[in-house]
């Protein structure tokens, strides 16, 4: 059977883009289809304006240390406002590159929405087309707590369009984005409570790193309370027996041009309901007004409607389409990849995916994609690299050394500031492979993709102590420590 392309691609994030220009490269006739803006949920709505958002909301305490390094700086609070504007322009850029770099592939690109009509067939809007293959890399999106007025809180995706810095906001969630945001908008100059439900943040981080983080947040000001989640919600003002609201000027509605936005952007799930001050009652009987609630517990896979379980995809318990080690579905026409499969949910992973299934697929080089020791960052501050085993994990395995030190980094000890970063190594006794590393510092995420590639290429501690410190720095710690600071 002759089809129209050799391969169609659902979705134009990371993943998606990746795959459809690397296999456009093999001469495949490919095509791909997005129902909103090219870059996906990294460039558009994730990783990069959050990125942002963290430079931006660094500048308080470097105005801060220069002032103790002698240098005379004011400054004049912060202009969302101007750096708001500077972000989307940034992003209309992206977006563009995106489009470019698939138009130089020769990629087809459909704007709209497209679903599955068989295992070969894609709509997009009226319009039918076949494809040999199909990859649908749709992302995910943010979820809100299945409770009454959940939809009065805000998800990550509205906050890059907010109108107004808000003055107080509660954040939901003790992952990535609750964590990252609070220290965002902390540095912004909101006042920021964040309820985590379990006994410390990051579940499935290394114990001794969360803990310092912690430490780190709630001294740098943020209101952290674990062991607490919210129970009620509801417009301040209204008559649920709670405090009225004290100050209703921040209210975050949305500009008319991001309004629209908005209201044309199927990836938000944000009504056009007023988002004012909203009153709360969490499980510590504590009752408050928030100008904002930050919903950032969880992300679900973007697989409804669009017609998967009818061409006889298999969908998971999380909503996720199930694929094997090569990606591919329980059809065998469509492979799936990123956020949608529930796998490892980061931008260079779908990346990855996308590369291994191209090989697979259009390069008769069977591939599987690689899940083993990634290295990741939380974009806190301090930020916290990690790759490998936790401690925790590690301990249940086998034998283990852990060293592992913390103190006073120079730069942040000469302002004046009490802040301690932590550098731990995890060490087999056996193998005396560093089988995990968890760094929280400043930078910790530039530092991870370093100490990454040791570990990943298998590195014992004797290799980590031969390599030369680097003097001074935070991470010569990693090759200069001696003696284990305990044994499990
Ligand atoms: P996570 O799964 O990391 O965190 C969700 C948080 O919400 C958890 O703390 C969870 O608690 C909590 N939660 C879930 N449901 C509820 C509920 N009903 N009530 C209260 N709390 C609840 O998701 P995120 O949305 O933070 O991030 C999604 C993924 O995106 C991450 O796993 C990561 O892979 C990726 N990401 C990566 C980033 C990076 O690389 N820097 C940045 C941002 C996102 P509990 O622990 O108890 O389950």
Known sequence: ???????????????????????????????????????????????????????????????????????????????????????????????????????????????????????????????????????????????????????????????????????????????????????????????????????????????????????????????????????????????????????????????????????????????????????????????????HVLFATGRAPNTDGIGLTEAGVEIGRRGEIVVDDYSQTSVPSIYAIGDVTNRVQLTPVAIREGMAFVETVFKGNPTKPDHDLIPSAVFTQPELGTIGLTEEEARDQEPIEVYCTSFRPMQQAFAGKSGRVLMKLIVSKESRKVLGCHIVADHAGEMIQLAGIAVKMGATKEDFDRTVAVHPTMAEELVTMKEPMRTA
């Open 1 to 291: 059977m002759a089809f129209d392309y050799d391969l169609f691609v659902i979705g134009g994030g990371s993943g998606g883009v990746r795959a459809a220009r690397v296999a456009a490269a093999t001469g495949a006739k490919v095509a791909l289809a997005e129902e909103y803006r090219m870059g996906g949920t990294c460039v558009i709505r994730g990783c990069v304006p959050k990125k942002l958002m963290v430079y931006a909301s660094g500048y308080p305490d470097i105005f801060d240390d220069a002032r103790e390094y002698g240098w005379d700086v004011s400054h004049n609070g912060f202009d969302w406002g101007h750096f708001r504007t500077r972000l989307h322009s940034e992003l209309d850029r992206l977006e563009e590159v995106y489009r470019d770099l698939l138009n130089g592939s020769e990629v087809e690109i459909f704007d709209g929405r497209a679903t599955l009509d068989d295992p070969h067939t894609v709509r997009i809007n009226d319009k039918t087309v076949t494809a040999k293959h199909i990859l649908v890399a749709t992302g995910g999106h943010p979820v809100r707590p299945d409770m009454p007025n959940a939809d009065l809180g805000i998800v990550s995706n509205d906050i890059f369009l907010m109108e107004k810095m808000p003055k107080s906001v509660l954040i939901i969630g003790g992952g990535y984005i609750a964590c990252e945001f609070a220290c965002i908008l902390h540095g912004l100059g909101v006042e920021v409570t964040q309820y985590y439900r379990g006994a410390q943040i990051l579940r499935g981080f290394d114990d001794e790193a969360r803990g310092l983080l912690a430490d780190a947040m709630t001294q740098r000001g943020i209101n952290l309370h674990v062991g607490t989640n919210i129970v009620e919600m509801a417009p301040a003002g209204e008559d649920h027996g709670g405090p009225t609201p004290t100050d209703s000027d921040a209210a975050m509605g949305a500009s008319a041009k991001h309004a629209q936005d908005i209201a044309s952007n199927p990836k938000s799930d944000t009504d056009k309901k007023a988002k004012g001050p909203i009153w709360v009652k969490s499980t510590n009987g504590n009752e408050q007004v928030f100008d």
